[in-house]
């Protein structure tokens, strides 16, 4: 069981641990696993948050069979 607050979740086979709130994006990244993205930048928000028909979308990933954006895709259990 994850500690209060904290998500466990597969990214390619790999049980991490993200706190609530994190998005896909920042998970994997914390946890040294790459989704290529372009807008991800500290203290920038996500063109896909401003913009979404402008945004990248270069951080598609598949998430409970959806495909979503991964900079804006808040973590979910499992």
Known sequence: MADEGLIT???????????????ILEAAKASDVYIPSLC???????????VPDEACQLCVVEANDTVVLACITPVSEG
């Open 9 to 23: 979740l597969n990214i390619d086979g790999k049980n991490i641990e993200a706190r609530e709130g994190q998005t």
């Open 40 to 50: 991800a930048y500290p203290d920038l928000e996500p063109l896909a948050r401003v």
